[in-house]
């Protein structure tokens, strides 16, 4: 198989490692191949694909849209390095409130898988990065939400001081609050 799964310490979130083809032209991999995707539960229908590009220190999230439009994402960064996370807003999970990040690049060529009922934001540790995902559910910005990226309940450390914020992503709310409002999963 040209990839290697591995789950991470939020067992559904799941690192991609594809297999490099280098050569003297350059290299050439699989990003996704849903067979081999649906063999290890990354089996939602991926509709829709996002390129974004920001500079160093950027963060953008951490988002999710409200069901019935929750979507999965399959994230690598084609330009650049970032550092990618997601938080499990999922009420009844074992790690609900838990938070994983992973190192993607241009370089390793990782993706991480992140299912439905998560959060997902990144920041931006090159001087630009451009980041490609998949989506498995249409964008539907009413039902856009977002947890506050600093939330110390969750507590990331991502790897910046003094991220560059939209100023939607300057007034989410907290886990604690989201929970409250009955807007978690
Ligand atoms: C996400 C999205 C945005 N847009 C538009 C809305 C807006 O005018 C412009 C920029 O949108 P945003 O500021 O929300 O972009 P951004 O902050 O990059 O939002 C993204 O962040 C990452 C972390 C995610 O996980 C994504 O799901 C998405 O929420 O693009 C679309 O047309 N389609 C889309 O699917």
Same mark, same amino acid.
């Given at each position: 198989m040209p990839f290697e799964f591995i789950k991470t310490k939020?067992?559904?979130?799941i690192l991609i490692k594809p297999k490099v083809f280098g050569d003297e032209r350059g290299f050439f991999l699989e990003t996704y191949k849903k067979e081999d995707f649906e063999k290890v539960g990354?089996? @939602?229908?991926?509709?829709q694909d996002n390129h974004s590009k920001s500079c160093y220190g950027v963060l953008r999230g951490l988002h999710f849209q409200k069901e019935p439009y929750a979507q999965a994402k399959i994230v690598r960064c084609i330009r650049g390095v970032i550092y990618d996370v997601a938080v499990d807003? /999922? /009420?009844?999970?074992?790690?609900? @409130?838990q938070w994983v990040g992973a190192v993607l690049s241009e370089y390793n060529k990782h993706q991480l898988y992140i299912p439905r009922g998560f959060a997902h934001g990144f920041c931006v540790l090159s001087g630009e990065a451009e980041v490609v995902y998949k989506v498995d559910n249409k964008y539907a910005p009413e039902y856009e939400c977002g947890v506050i990226w600093n939330d110390g309940d969750i507590g990331?450390?991502?790897?910046?001081?003094e991220p560059i914020l939209s100023d939607k992503d300057k007034q989410w709310h907290t886990l604690k609050e989201l929970d409250k409002k009955g807007e978690l999963f």
């Open positions: 939020i067992p559904e979130v990354i089996n @939602g229908e991926f509709i807003l /999922r /009420r009844s999970s074992p790690t609900f @409130g990331i450390d991502w790897l910046i001081d």
